[in-house]
């Protein structure tokens, strides 16, 4: 299949789990995760509508941005963040997904251009406890979400997970719900989150289930994925 009709299919499905699950329509918006695939797929995607495109190694994306220039692409970056990367990340992407500490935040925030609208970001949880995986705490991510609200630069728009891969449908809903819970408390404190962005390839049905309201897809758009 093309490009253009995995993407129809993915809308179709992403619809079909709205109704399923009893979400309003169009609450939950696709980001195509393009990292590691080449940039004409980049261009198919985005001739067939696709606007909003997430990479997570730094000088791929900057090389794929510079060889898009005449497409309005919204560029969102979900990668680890290393604080010598903050600068071009900051100067060069709409959206952070993977912010997971008061360093990296108060980085983003000094370097985003004056000149550009506030960066967008998601707080990355870490919902499955495991020591080694990236993210903030259960217990530290409302200290984290008030420091972020008090920086100018920086727009805090939500939450994001990487759960640990799991294949059972009920058991992949678990973390989502995990994090659906603490977006909600933090609704409930009146911060004002429209974001949470959960569910990959292979378990977006479970994320959209238990409220994610933007997927991040790779495989299931591109392919698999090589080495560029
Ligand atoms: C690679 C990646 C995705 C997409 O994964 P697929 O399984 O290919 O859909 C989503 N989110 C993050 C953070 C990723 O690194």
């Known amino acids: 299949m093309s490009v253009k009709e995995n993407l129809f299919a993915l809308k179709k499905r992403i619809n079909d789990f709205e109704k399923k699950y009893n979400r309003h329509s169009q609450s939950v918006s696709l980001l ?17 509508g696709q606007e909003a495109f997430g990479e997570n190694y730094l000088q791929e994306a900057l090389s794929k941005q ?35 500490s008061i360093k990296i935040a108060k980085r983003l925030h000094e370097q985003r251009p004056l000149d550009l609208p506030p960066l967008n ?19 530290n991510v ?50 004002a989150l429209d974001t949470l962005s959960m569910g990959m390839s292979e378990d977006f049905e479970a994320a959209i289930a238990e409220g994610s309201t933007m997927v991040r897809i790779g495989t299931a758009l591109f392919g698999e994925r090589h080495q560029l």
């Open 32 to 48: 195509a995760v393009s990292k590691l695939h080449p940039i004409e797929k980049i261009k198919e995607a985005y001739e067939a």
């Open 121 to 139: 970001i998601c707080i990355e949880v870490n919902v499955s406890d495991e020591p080694a995986k990236s993210g903030v705490d259960l217990k």
């Open 66 to 100: 510079a060889a898009l220039t005449n497409e309005a692409i919204e560029w969102h970056f979900i990668g680890h963040i290393q604080s010598n990367k903050t600068r071009k990340i900051a100067e060069d992407f709409a959206w952070v997904h993977s912010v997971d």
């Open 142 to 191: 409302l200290s984290i979400a008030e420091y972020c609200l008090s920086l100018q630069r920086l727009r805090l728009r939500g939450l994001m997970t990487i759960p640990a891969q799991e294949n059972d449908f009920e058991k992949q809903r678990i973390p989502f719900r995990m994090l659906f819970e603490v977006f909600q408390s933090l609704r409930e404190k009146g911060i």
